[in-house]
T-cell receptor, first 111, second 116 residues
Framework: AQSVSQHNHHVILSEAASLELGCNYS??????LFWYVQYPGQHLQLLLK??????LVKGIKGFEAEFIKSKFSFNLRKPSVQWSDTAEYFC?????????FGTGTQLKVEL | GAVVSQHPSWVICKSGTSVKIECRSL??????MFWYRQFPKQSLMLMAT?????????EQGVEKDKFLINHASLTLSTLTVTSAHPEDSSFYIC????????????FGPGTRLTVT
């Protein structure tokens, strides 16, 4: 079964710092990868997704992720975080009819 | 577009009673809907997948007689927690996938269930 693992459970950054959240996936044939975000009190929203093609994926709100097949990774990046990026971030993989969630990373951005 | 709503947003019920949670796709037709459960400080766990007009497919370890899922139309799925117990207290989230989308799911805001 496909799975993803997220290495950082809690990350605290100052505004303007650069962000990189790790995500590794297990090999399972066709790879579909996603990053979702859950802002406090809000529902999950899609940040970006990768199905095929250009391994560098641009998402909303200045986020991007790079699919590196040799490392089984799909890390999320943002060059300069803002206080409003405080949220929980989930890496997901999808195969067939299902999405499998990673454990999530709680990001706190301090002013 | 692609908005999913859930009702109620929170509910408190007594042990032994049943609770129904609704999940609606507001502006698209959802051929497949998913029900997740999220425990405090943990990730979402898929409970079941439902396709319109057919029986739900439950994940291993999820009691189908306890968590009844009905997907009666392309815009509505319901989850009924039967004979609820305190250990069923959790955050239940639904998601929906449109008929013309590969794997992207649109998530509802969740329902907080507390069983006393």
């Amino acid at each position: 079964a496909q799975s993803v693992s997220q290495h950082n459970h809690h990350v605290i950054l100052s505004e303007a710092a650069s962000l990189e959240l790790g995500c590794n996936y297990s090999y399972g044939g066709t790879v579909n990868l996603f990053w979702y975000v859950q802002y406090p009190g809000q529902h999950l929203q899609l940040l970006l997704k990768y199905f095929s093609g250009d391994p560098l994926v641009k998402g909303i709100k200045g986020f991007e992720a790079e699919f590196i097949k040799s490392k089984f990774s799909f890390n999320l990046r943002k060059p300069s975080v803002q206080w409003s990026d405080t949220a929980e971030y989930f890496c997901l993989t999808g195969g067939g009819n299902k999405l499998t969630f990673g454990t999530g990373t709680q990001l706190k951005v301090e002013l | 577009g692609a908005v999913v709503s859930q009702h109620p947003s929170w509910v408190i019920c007594k042990s032994g009673t049943s609770v129904k949670i609704e999940c609606r796709s507001l502006d698209f037709q959802a051929t497949t809907m998913f029900w997740y459960r999220q425990f405090p400080k943990q990730s979402l766990m898929l409970m079941a997948t439902s396709n319109e007009g057919s029986k739900a497919t439950y994940e291993q370890g999820v009691e189908k007689d306890k968590f009844l899922i009905n997907h009666a139309s392309l815009t509505l799925s319901t989850l009924t927690v039967t004979s609820a117990h305190p250990e069923d207290s959790s955050f239940y989230i639904c998601s929906a996938r449109s008929r013309d989308n590969s794997y992207e799911q649109y998530f509802g805001p969740g329902t907080r269930l507390t069983v006393t």
